[in-house]
C-alpha cells in the first residue's frame, strides 16, 4: 500500500488531485506498511488567539478563508469560541476564551496569538500512540471516540516542542462539519467583486523555532516518535547573514505531505530572527506556516488588496547576474516578481517562487510565506540571505537587533 495513493478528507473535497499536490506540495509515494506512525495528511492547524471573532474575520476578509464550522456558548461550549475556517485543503480552527478561567487565557497571555496544536490526520490512532508511547512521547489526550449524529471520530494527543502538541485525528468514519460539538456555520462576509475562489490551496510545511541546543533533540523526536525521515539541512553559511545566523533541520512524513523545518540560533554578532521569536513567544512554536498557491502572483495581488503586508526584497536582488543566470526562465517574468518581492530559487529538481509576510499579530512572532512549486523539492536556500537581511531590517526598525 501507498499512502501516495490516498487523498485526505479535505483533498478530495478541494477537489484536488494526486498531480495537483505533487505539485504544490511536493508529494512523493512511500510503503506505508512498514511505517510505525502512518500520517496520512494535515489534518488542522489550531490556533490560540486573544479574539477568535475577530481573529477568524480577518482571516476570512484577508486571506480568502471560508467560515464552515462553529463553537461556543450558544452551542453549549461555554468556554470558548472557536471557528472553522477552510481553504483548498488547508483547516483552520481559531480559538478564544470566553470563560475567563479557560485554559485559554494563560496560554494567550504567555503566548500571544499563535498555533497551539499541529493537528494530523493518521490512519490508526491506537497503533500511533502505542508506538509513541513505547519511544518515550508524553501522551497528553489518550485515544478516545467522539461521537454525533454525524458519526464518530478517534482522536488522541501527544506533546511537541514547548506548549505545541499534535492531535492525532482518524474521522474516516465522520461526515461532519468538524468535530462532534461543532456545528455548520457560514460567514456573513462577503469576497470583493472579482476575487480569486481561493488564496491558497494546500498547506506545505509549518517551520518550528526552539532553544539553542535543541534542534536535534526535536529531530530525533520525529524520527523516532512518527518515523520522520531526514529531508534536508541548512548550517554555517547557508542560513547566515553578516549579523546573525541560524541553523535548520527538515524532516517530513514518508508521502512529504507533512514537512517541518526545525529551527534554532546560532551564535552571531547580533539576535537573530530565532531569537527575537523565542523571547516574545516566551518559548519554542510555530514561527510560520507555508501556505501552497498554483498562482503566487494573484495570490499576493489579492492579499495585498485586502492589506495584507510583505516583507520588502531590495531590487538589487533582482538586478544580480548570478541570480538570473542560476534560475533560468521560470513561470513569470523577474520584472513581475520585482514588482511584488517575490523570491524566486532552483535547484536541482526545479524551482520555487516564494514570498513572506509580515508579523500578522502584535508580537513579532508568527508570519505566513506563499510558495508555488515547479519541481523543487526545496525551501529556497539560494533566497536564505536576502530572506534574512529583510527580516533584519523589520527588526532593527521594532528595536530588536
Same mark, same amino acid.
Given at each position: 500500500m501507498t499512502v501516495h495513493d490516498t487523498l485526505t478528507n479535505e483533498e478530495r473535497l478541494a477537489e484536488l488531485d494526486l498531480a495537483t499536490l505533487q505539485?504544490?506540495?511536493?508529494?512523493?509515494?512511500?510503503?506505508?506498511?512498514?511505517?510505525?506512525?502512518?500520517?496520512?495528511?494535515?489534518?488542522?492547524?489550531?490556533?490560540?488567539?486573544?479574539?477568535?471573532?475577530?481573529?477568524?474575520?480577518?482571516f476570512q476578509s484577508a486571506f480568502g478563508m471560508n467560515l464552515v464550522a462553529y463553537s461556543g456558548p450558544e452551542t453549549g461550549n461555554r468556554d470558548h469560541k472557536a471557528f472553522v475556517l477552510k481553504s483548498g485543503a488547508v483547516r483552520f480552527v481559531i480559538r478564544g476564551a470566553v470563560d475567563p478561567s479557560s485554559a485559554l487565557v494563560a496560554h494567550h497571555a504567555e503566548h500571544g496569538d499563535g498555533v497551539s496544536d499541529i493537528a494530523l490526520e493518521v490512519s490508526d490512532v491506537d497503533k500511533c500512540v502505542e508506538h509513541a508511547r513505547s519511544v518515550g512521547a508524553t501522551i497528553l489526550v489518550e485515544p478516545h471516540d467522539e461521537t454525533d449524529e454525524y458519526g464518530t471520530v478517534r482522536i488522541a494527543t501527544i506533546a511537541a516542542y514547548g506548549d505545541t502538541r499534535h492531535s492525532l485525528v482518524d474521522r474516516r468514519r465522520y461526515e461532519g462539519a468538524y468535530l462532534p460539538g461543532y456545528v455548520p456555520r457560514?460567514?456573513?462576509?462577503?469576497?470583493?467583486?472579482?476575487?480569486?475562489?481561493?488564496?491558497?490551496?494546500?498547506?506545505?510545511?509549518?517551520?518550528?523555532n526552539v532553544e539553542l541546543g535543541k534542534m536535534d533533540e526535536w529531530v530525533r523526536f520525529y524520527n523516532k516518535v512518527m518515523?520522520?525521515?531526514?529531508?534536508?539541512?541548512?548550517?554555517?553559511?547557508?542560513?547566515?547573514?553578516?549579523?546573525?545566523?541560524?541553523m535548520s533541520k527538515v524532516v517530513a512524513n514518508g508521502n512529504h505531505r507533512v514537512k517541518f523545518p526545525l529551527n534554532e540560533p546560532a551564535i552571531a554578532k547580533k539576535k537573530s530572527q530565532i531569537d527575537?521569536? %523565542?523571547?516574545?513567544?516566551?518559548?519554542?512554536?510555530?514561527?510560520?506556516?507555508?501556505?501552497?498557491?498554483?498562482d503566487i502572483i494573484r495570490s499576493v495581488d489579492a492579499l495585498r488588496a485586502e492589506g495584507v503586508e510583505f516583507l520588502d526584497t531590495p531590487d538589487s536582488y533582482y538586478e544580480d547576474p548570478e541570480?538570473?543566470?542560476?534560475?533560468?526562465?521560470?513561470?513569470?517574468?523577474?520584472?513581475?516578481?520585482?514588482?511584488?518581492?517575490?523570491?524566486?530559487?532552483r535547484d536541482e529538481d526545479g524551482y520555487l517562487l516564494q514570498i513572506f509576510t509580515?508579523?500578522?499579530?502584535?508580537?513579532?512572532?508568527?508570519?505566513?510565506?506563499?510558495?508555488?512549486?515547479?519541481?523543487? %523539492?526545496?525551501?529556497?536556500?539560494?533566497?536564505?540571505?536576502? %530572506?534574512?537581511?529583510?527580516?533584519?531590517?523589520?527588526?532593527e526598525r521594532r528595536g530588536n537587533f
Open positions: 505539485q504544490l506540495v511536493g508529494l512523493v509515494e512511500y510503503d506505508a506498511d512498514s511505517d510505525p506512525f502512518p500520517v496520512i495528511g494535515w489534518d488542522a492547524v489550531v490556533w490560540t488567539v486573544g479574539n477568535a471573532t475577530q481573529t477568524a474575520h480577518f457560514t460567514g456573513a462576509y462577503q469576497k470583493r467583486p472579482g476575487a480569486p475562489k481561493r488564496v491558497f490551496q494546500a498547506l506545505d510545511h509549518v517551520v518550528g518515523g520522520f525521515t531526514n529531508m534536508a539541512e541548512f548550517i554555517g553559511d547557508d542560513i547566515a547573514t553578516d549579523y546573525s545566523a541560524l527575537e521569536f %523565542l523571547e516574545y513567544y516566551n518559548g519554542p512554536g510555530a514561527q510560520h506556516l507555508a501556505l501552497a498557491t498554483n541570480l538570473r543566470a542560476r534560475i533560468g526562465e521560470v513561470r513569470v517574468p523577474i520584472e513581475e516578481l520585482q514588482k511584488r518581492g517575490i523570491l524566486v530559487d509580515q508579523p500578522t499579530g502584535d508580537r513579532p512572532t508568527v508570519f505566513f510565506e506563499l510558495i508555488e512549486r515547479h519541481g523543487s %523539492l526545496g525551501f529556497g536556500k539560494g533566497n536564505f540571505k536576502a %530572506l534574512f537581511e529583510a527580516i533584519e531590517r523589520e527588526q
